[in-house]
């Protein structure tokens, strides 16, 4: 049987059961010799730096509560109150009270407040200012006088007072020069909203009339027909004439052609035939009686009477003494 060898170191004593090795006999047991320290001293850092961060929440929130809430107020509302009514409340909220720019409202009367800057409910610095926009009631353009201006010129004129060019009509007018403006639609003076258009009248000048001549027609035609057209009717002479009848227009000045009112057309106009009073001739012989009436213009005839005796003397005539007949006419001699 082959010999075990002890494998165990010399002096090493045997390990127990258990695994713990015993004591070698007579030893004591060796104690660890304590290692020196020195005692640990408690770190300031910590807390100071937690109370710095507390002092430094603490006045971020104190800064913001000034800043954000404290030194403001709140815009008290003025709105529809007067200047002075306005400025006593804002007065009375530790505000002051400027004016603003007025402005326009159809709402609100002139003279009232129609918004304010800030705006009623807003934040505004504790002693701060408010500017207050008053009303100036609606806001209306009257139509400016434009009579006598050319279309460009009142274009401009309702340009410059807020209102709009409609259109332009043409007129005839015996006033006012063509190309003017004779009135508006609506009239000068209307007042009107903001961008409201208005129409011109526009003068085209005076209205031409255009004449007709009135030769061989009668007189109180044409007078009627020309003085309704405003022309004016002018009987310049008259005179006798074998061939146009009495009231008849001879000759017409101008005869054609466009004049305008006011303007006068002339006429001559026919008497008719010359009337001469037809002589006594009764009892003259009838040659003294033929010149007599040849030298009145008369064309001379004869004839023997009833009683005729072959004398050579005038017993009557036809027209007889004293008639009234054109000259040319023809007076025939009763011979006796």
């Known amino acids: 049987m082959p010999v075990r060898r002890d494998d165990r170191a010399p002096g090493r004593p045997a390990a127990r059961p258990g ?44 800064g913001a509560w000034w800043f954000g809430w404290a030194r403001y107020t709140t815009t008290p509302g003025v709105l529809g109150l007067d200047e002075a009514a306005a400025t006593a409340r ?3 909220a530790g505000l002051d009270a400027e004016a603003g720019d007025p402005a326009y409202s159809e709402n609100v009367a002139p003279g009232l407040v129609i918004t304010t800057d800030p705006k009623p409910g807003a934040k505004v610095l504790d002693g701060g200012t408010v500017s207050l926009v008053l009303s100036l009631g609606p806001e209306r353009y009257d139509v400016p006088q434009l009579a006598g201006k050319t279309e ?34 609506p009239q000068a003076g209307t007042t009107l909203k903001p961008g409201a258009t208005v129409d011109l009248v526009l003068s085209r000048g005076r209205k031409p009339i255009e004449v007709r001549d009135w030769t061989g027609k009668d007189l109180d035609d044409a007078r009627a027909a020309l003085e309704k057209r405003k022309l004016v009717v002018e009987v310049t002479s008259e005179e006798f004439s074998d061939t146009v009848p009495e009231g008849v227009v001879i000759s017409q000045d101008p005869t054609t052609g466009t004049l305008y009112r006011g303007d006068t057309v002339s006429f ?36 023997e009477s009833d009683n005729y005796l072959g004398l050579g003397f005038v017993f009557s005539s036809d027209p007889g003494q004293g008639e009234q007949v054109p000259k040319g006419s023809t007076i025939t001699l009763f011979l006796i």
């Open 19 to 62: 695994g713990r090795a015993a004591r070698p006999a007579g030893r004591a047991p060796s104690r660890v010799s304590p290692v020196p320290t020195t005692a640990r001293r408690r770190s300031v850092k910590g807390p100071l730096l937690l109370v710095l961060a507390l002092l430094l929440v603490v006045g971020v929130g104190v």
């Open 152 to 185: 460009d010129e009142a274009q401009d004129a309702l340009a410059a007072t807020n209102l709009a060019f409609g259109s332009s009509k043409g007129r005839w007018s015996e006033t006012v020069p063509e190309g003017q403006v004779i009135r508006t639609s």
């Open 90 to 92: 804002l007065d009375k």
């Open 268 to 303: 001559v106009v026919s008497k008719g035939p010359e009337l001469v009073e037809v002589p006594r001739v009764r009892a003259m012989g009838v040659e003294a009686a033929t010149d007599l009436l040849e030298g009145l213009g008369f064309q001379v005839t004869t004839e």
